[in-house]
């Protein structure tokens, strides 16, 4: 079974500009987490999305968005990018329900200058 | 409520003892405890997870241990190898009929393990 994929694994952009990543889940999983991992504040949820649907999300300016589409793909999308906003974006597929274990991607390194 | 806390925030280990990290959590909700291990330039890997039902879960050279009363919980790795040198992270999540609750993650453990 093929693992989560991230695309693009790298990213530039500079400050003003948007930018979207994109997540395929793994095969029949259709729930997609979105995470952001920085030094200084580790691993932060971002939003979840099942079924085409945002089910939970998390603390983060509306800057930040996502959404899903019918094979389960998901991409995030970052308006207005602030120089704080380089991090590394995590995808993590699951099931959606009971233990729901979580299966990250390699994520998305964004470098925002 | 949501914190998770955990430590040290790095450990050296010589080849062949025993790591353990210690994660500490408030929201008495939370019962899904799992454990995730991340090399550099990968994402984390799901490792080992317990749920409060027991005080402890063995897979291969990885135990947990959970202390619900105490609201503690702990990744013991016995005969750490230098392949184990990794950040690992503690998390929580309360399970509902719909799913869980996002991850809580720790702020993560750099273990070194020095032959």
């Known amino acids: 079974k093929a693992g989560v994929t991230q695309t693009p694994r790298y990213l530039i952009k500079t400050r003003g500009q948007q930018v979207t990543l994109s997540c395929s889940p793994i095969s029949g999983h259709r729930s997609v987490s979105w995470y952001q991992q920085t030094p200084g504040q580790g691993l932060q949820f971002l939003f979840e999305?099942?079924?085409?649907?945002?089910?939970n999300k998390g603390n983060f300016p509306g800057r930040f968005s996502g959404r899903q589409f019918s094979n389960s793909r998901s991409e995030m999308n970052v308006s207005t990018l602030e120089l704080g906003d380089s991090a590394l974006y995590l995808c993590?597929?699951?099931?959606?329900?009971?233990?729901?274990?979580?299966?990250f991607g390699p994520g998305t390194r964004l470098t925002v200058l | 409520q949501q914190q998770v806390k955990q430590s040290p925030q790095s450990l050296i280990v010589q080849k062949g003892g025993i790591s353990i990290i210690n994660c500490a959590y408030e929201?008495?909700?939370?019962?899904?405890f799992p454990w995730y291990q991340q090399f550099p330039g990968k994402g984390p890997a799901l490792l080992i997870a317990?749920?409060?039902?027991?005080s402890e879960k063995k897979e291969g050279r990885f135990t947990i241990s959970f202390n619900k009363s105490a609201k503690q919980f702990s990744l013991h790795i016995m005969d750490s190898q230098p392949g184990d040198s990794a950040t690992y992270f503690c998390?929580?999540?309360?399970?509902?009929?719909?799913?869980?609750?996002?991850?809580?993650f720790g702020k993560g453990t750099r273990l070194s393990v020095i032959a």
């Open positions: 993590a597929s699951s099931s959606g329900t009971g233990d729901n274990e979580q299966f």
């Open positions: 317990i749920r409060p039902d027991v």
């Open positions: 998390a929580a999540a309360h399970i509902t009929d719909s799913g869980n609750t996002p991850l809580v």
């Open positions: 999305y099942f079924s085409e649907t945002q089910r």
């Open positions: 929201n008495t909700a939370f019962d899904y």
